[in-house]
């Protein structure tokens, strides 16, 4: 059965570092999606992706953020300077089309430990 | 309303009992509804979307409703097993945005 991975499963970086999250969605979706869960609290949506661009974003996804999809496989998620705070677990998901009609699928996800 | 709120937050059952939870979700602009079952140390996985007012889904023993008015959704399990025991998180897909609740953690007792 088709599966949305992610890699790393846990990456671990110093306090101003660029990180880079990557996932590979499944081949025939269309939409693609980053959330975080920093611990304890509730899934928060980041970004979704369609078409090789920025759909929607949350206030969160902020100017340190971005995403991309340098080739037809993978979709990364890049924190430029990281802080404390972005210490969470990022679930990268995909779906074949919009979430108003559409299951999508999560990754296992990366936990990001910022020290 | 304009988070997501379930209820209740964690919930024991007997193993063959029937149960449910609630989903509260802002009505306004509203496009869909999401209900996914989280196993610990696994990823969520969908279980249903919902769109319409008055949808009701089933799959297997869980079945779930939608009342698009109010703004609430049901997720019955009947005849629990333990391996139901999850948490079981709701997500609201307004103005295009996702929006999660907590969830319900669920044990199912042998």
């Known amino acids: 059965e088709p599966e949305v991975t992610q890699t790393p499963s846990h990456q671990v970086t110093q306090m101003g570092q660029e990180v880079i999250l990557r996932c590979v969605p499944i081949s025939n979706h269309l939409y693609f999606y980053w959330y975080r869960q920093i611990l304890g609290q509730k899934v928060e949506f980041l970004v979704s992706f369609y078409n090789n661009e920025i759909s929607e974003k949350s206030e969160i996804f902020d100017d340190q953020f971005s995403v991309e999809r340098p080739d037809g496989s993978n979709f990364t998620l890049k924190i430029r300077s990281t802080k404390l705070e972005d210490s969470a677990m990022y679930f990268c998901a995909s779906s074949e089309g919009r979430l108003s009609r559409y299951e999508q699928y999560f990754g296992p996800g990366t936990r990001l430990t910022v020290t | ?110």
Not at chain 2, 44 to 65: C, H, Q, W, Y
């Open chain 2, 1 to 110: 309303i304009l988070n997501v709120e379930q209820s209740p937050q964690s919930l024991h059952v007997q193993e063959g009992d029937s149960t449910n939870f609630t989903c509260s979700f802002p009505s306004s602009n509203f496009y869909a509804l999401h209900w996914y079952r989280w196993e610990t140390a696994k990823s969520p996985e969908a279980l249903f979307v919902m769109t319409l007012n008055g949808d009701e889904k089933k799959k297997g023993r869980i079945s779930a409703t939608l009342n698009t008015k109010e703004g609430y959704s049901y997720l019955y399990i009947k005849g629990s097993q333990p391996e139901d025991s999850a948490t079981y998180l709701c997500a609201s897909n307004n103005n295009n945005d996702m929006r999660f609740g907590a969830g319900t953690r669920l044990t199912v007792k042998p």
